[in-house]
């Protein structure tokens, strides 16, 4: 019963896995294009940004170390309020290095907006934004990603480590909820 209900609430595949895979690719050259003879520091939002983090990472050549960050908003279930609290500050020494942050979905933009101004306070070289999905239409912070995988429509996106309520992460495609179906889950 339980896989019947969860078969009901998800919609359809907007990205797979051979979507996703391309794009990081792609992404993956331009940041080695960007940053030649450079390092950098990827630095993965926790959680959602892990399966999109190692996709694009593995197709970099640059010299890069990882770490990460987890930030969590509170605010509605569904919605970010730009009150920000960092529960995992990243260990790594990021004085006048690269830094690009790995996130999963830009939303308000809220967040990352927050994240921007508490890491600049490390003094790093650079602060880039790799995203793997962009919620233009929802932007209300004024914050610009310099790679985005997928431009999305204003839905509730899961899969690939996005989740609702930490479900769905595992998920290898990106699909989205049927919005009459979230209540029953
Ligand atoms: P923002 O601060 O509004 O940009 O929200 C950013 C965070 O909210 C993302 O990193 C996600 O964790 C979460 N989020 C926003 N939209 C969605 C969605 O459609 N599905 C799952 N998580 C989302
Ligand atoms: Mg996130």
Same mark, same amino acid.
């Given at each position: 019963m339980a896989e019947k209900a969860k078969d009901k609430v998800i919609g359809k595949i907007l990205?797979?896995?051979?979507?996703? !895979?391309?794009?990081?690719?792609? $992404?993956?050259k331009q940041i080695?294009?960007?940053?030649?003879g450079e390092e950098i520091i990827f630095l993965g939002t926790l959680k959602g940004s892990v399966p999109w983090l190692v996709d694009v990472?593995?197709? !970099? !050549?640059?010299d890069s170390k990882l770490d990460f960050i987890t930030a969590s908003s509170y605010g509605s279930s569904t919605t970010s309020s730009g009150v920000v609290k960092i529960t995992y500050e990243p260990q790594i =020494?990021?004085? =006048?290095?690269?830094?690009? $942050?790995?996130?999963d979905i830009i939303d308000t933009g809220n967040t990352l907006k927050y994240l921007m101004a508490?890491?600049?306070?490390?003094?790093?070289? !650079?602060?880039? $934004?790799?995203?793997?999905? =962009?919620?233009?239409?929802?932007?209300?912070?004024?914050?610009h990603a310099d790679y985005v995988g997928f431009e999305v429509d204003d839905l509730f996106v899961i899969g690939y480590g996005l989740d609702f309520d930490q479900k769905f992460r595992g998920l290898p495609y990106i699909s989205y909820l049927e919005e009459d179906d979230v209540d029953s889950l």
């Open positions: 990205f797979s896995q051979e979507d996703i !895979t391309k794009r990081a690719k792609e $992404i993956g080695d294009k960007d940053f030649e990472m593995k197709h !970099t !050549t640059v =020494n990021m004085y =006048n290095k690269n830094v690009i $942050i790995v996130e508490k890491l600049q306070e490390r003094g790093p070289k !650079t602060i880039k $934004i790799c995203s793997m999905l =962009n919620k233009e239409s929802r932007r209300v912070a004024d914050l």
